[in-house]
């Protein structure tokens, strides 16, 4: 994996948009203060493809990737693996409630020959080629097969960054043990162990099966092949030998078969002439007949006659009048006797309320008269008062005193009130003039209930007086209507003779009716015995048809009882006639069916000696026997050459399940794996320890010791060390040598398809002293002269940082970080 192009907005330090372009860039650096960002270039590069940076611990780290107060992150990388171009995106966004989720993320390849400088000119993502993962879950696969490295084995071989560069040197040897499996693909051979066993149990399984079937095929050997062909051929022949005996069998039933019809058709005419026999009662039907058709002539008779005196009654109420008018004169005299009674009552209630109406009047005359003399005395016992308050008015005012209140002439409060003088005329007028203004308002009231008297009494009389004229109107109009009327009793007469010929009417229509009814059954009791007639005489037509072909007399179609006669007369000579013919045939059948049963016999015969059940139709019996043994002979013949497909499939099942159970017998065994991973560390410590050499001046090589990694120091007498015991710039060379070792071992040593195309170090190179900085970077500088990867590396060590052609510049200042190209 190569990067070409990385594009940053909103990601950690860089908070506004930056672009980094690698694309000549074979031997660069990463040069700035600390904490300006530099290592957060490298941390885009990791999360464009993984979506994780390994200073995160993980990935549910995503919420480092936004810049303080940004709302969204956006990476973009586009970079080539294995000859083809790839352009890797994902956005962070931070939702409403603080969450924070990976918006978008997707893999293209890019068209060949695209021009990464177009990126500039804002083109649509359609427009960058074809889409290889369109969410985070598609992205894992998708980069595995682009760059062939997962996320562990790319921050060990091209990204190697700070903290974990000297994980691989201090490891345990079981966890280098397992690093290296990992890094090297070695559980591929773990899954090929996996898959052999499986092909094994399944082969295993399927010689079972085969083995099940072949003991269902056990019985198709020679012997009974053999014996299938010669059941062939003894069927073959019994179905011949039937062929030629049947024509004789055929010829005999059919001789049986003309007897029996013959005698059976005999035997049917004899039955059927036996039951030609009169039905009882014939004779009956025919005098039912003539009966009914009397009485029904009657009935019309009687209908007859009993219409014409409902006719007759329906005339003569007809001319009596109408009835409804006779009643209504009636109804008029009741009227006019009740309305006369009516009349005389409501005079005498007239006169009696106009009495009482004038005593009403007189009654308020003396009312009022009474309340004009009370309002008299009332004014002159007032004038009295007035006159003893005018002479006495001290007097007048102590009335209206009241201790404790002020004096209305004074306004001194009131302490007592002094009592009247003796003498003083103020009291008694005052007490004269309350007794006067008492009988007047007594006679008010009585004025006022005299009145409301006098008032209803006029009610009652006008009520009276109108009640009088309408009965009187109501008497005049009676009157003239029943002045051409003969009288109550007349009317009476004339109503009670028209209820007499309405009743007559009533039970002439009710004898209508039942005579009518009486001929209704009259005319069905015909219908019926003229049906029962017609009945029988089909009965004889269906007799005499069924022996027509026999040739019976003709039948006399006037008398039914004289038919059925002569019918039977002839019947019974037929039937003697018949049965003296009948012994003739009867021995005849009894010949056919003894030369039937020879014939039959002796086919029987043919199929017992060929050991098969006789059949009635021994045609069709031979013909199954041969079909079947046929049918037998060909299942054998198919089940043997089933059961040699089947032993040829067993021997490819048993090679198949033998090597893949030595295989994976080879493969478990765990001297096969401690095998190819101390040949892995062999070539992997070899590649440092050169390497080593070269950055200590020849003073240390890298060995390895039953998993232990240990370094020699040449200035000390070849002495082993621990890697332990190094110092910090030791460590770091050390650790150097082994990431450039296993950079340029892991391509040839790898099950995987990994493009190794770049090495970026990402670690303390400040640590180290002037010479052996100087060998580092001649180290790099040899590495990245070979052409065949780009090499980068982060520091801040100016020293280092000139000796690279191209370096990126990575600036910080309040807001956000910035990268600048500086060099070549």
Partial sequence: MRPLRLDMAGFAAFREETTVDFTDADFFALVGPTGSGKSTVLDAICFALYGTVPRWASSRGI???????????????????????????????????GNV?????????????????????????????????????EMEQAVL???????????????????????????????????????????????????????AAEAEARLGVIDQELDRLRDADDDALAAAEAGVVAMRRLAAEVDAAVPELERTLAAVAAAEAGLAALDAELAELDRLRPPAGVGEIARAVAD??????????????????????????????????????LGAHADADRLATEADTARDALRRAEAAHAAAQAALTVARDTRATADAELEA??????????????????????????????????????????????????AAGHAARAAAEAAARQVDER?????????????ARNRCEQLDEQLRALTVRLADSPGPAALRRERDAHRALRDELEAAGAAVRSAREVARRARAAVESSEERLRTAWRAFDTARDGVARLGPPAADRDDLTAAWATLADWAT??????????????????????????????????????????DDDPVRAATIAVERADSAHRRLVERRAEADRLH?????????????????????????????????LDLLVDGASTILRELSGGQYELMHDKGEFFVVDHHDAGLRRGVRTLSGGETFQASLALALALSEQLAGMSTTAASLESIVLDEGFGTLDAATLDVVAATLENLAARGDRMVGVVTHVPALAERVPVRFQVHKDARTARVERTGL
């Fill in 63 to 97: 919420a480092n990737a936004l810049a303080p107060s940004a709302t969204e992150a956006r990476v973009r990388l586009v970079f080539e693996s294995a000859g083809d171009r790839y352009v890797a995106t994902r956005v962070v966004r931070r939702d409403g409630r």
């Fill in 381 to 430: 016992a007032r004038r009295a008062y007035q006159e003893a308050q005018a002479t006495d008015r001290a007097a007048a005012l102590r009335a209206h005193l009241t201790a404790g209140a002020a004096c209305p002439v004074c306004t001194r409060p009131v302490t007592e009130v002094p009592p009247l003088p003796a003498g003083s005329a103020v009291p008694a007028a005052e």
């Fill in 648 to 680: 040829e499939q067993r021997g490819e099942h048993e090679r198949a399940a033998r090597v893949a159970r030595a295989l994976a017998g080879h493969l478990r065994a765990n001297n096969f794996e401690r095998w190819l991973l101390a040949e892995a």
């Fill in 101 to 137: 989720k990976t918006g978008n993320a997707g893999l293209q390849l890019m068209p060949t020959g695209f021009d990464v400088t177009k990126l500039d000119t804002g083109m649509s993502p359609d427009d960058l080629g074809e889409v290889l993962a369109g969410t985070p879950a």
């Fill in 451 to 463: 009145d409301r008297a006098a008032r209803d009494a006029e009610r009652v009389r006008d009520r």
């Fill in 573 to 614: 000579g037929a039937v003697d006639r018949r049965r003296a013919d009948r012994t003739v045939r009867a021995a005849a059948v009894d010949a056919s069916r003894t030369a039937s049963g020879s014939a039959r016999e002796r086919i029987a015969g043919l199929f017992t000696a060929a050991g098969l059940t006789p």
């Fill in 145 to 199: 097969d682009a760059v062939g490295l997962p996320y562990e084995q790319f921050t060990s071989c091209v990204v190697l960054p700070q903290g974990q560069f000297a994980d691989f040197l201090h490891a345990k040897p079981a966890t280098r043990q397992q690093i290296l499996v990992n890094l090297l693909g070695l559980g591929v051979y773990e899954e090929v162990q996996k898959k052999a066993t499986a092909r």
């Fill in 292 to 329: 009914a058709r009397t009485t029904a002539t009657e009935a019309h008779a009687t209908v007859t006659q009993a219409e014409e005196r409902e006719e007759k009654l329906r005339g003569e109420l007809a001319a009596a009048g109408d009835p409804a008018e006779v009643s209504l004169l």
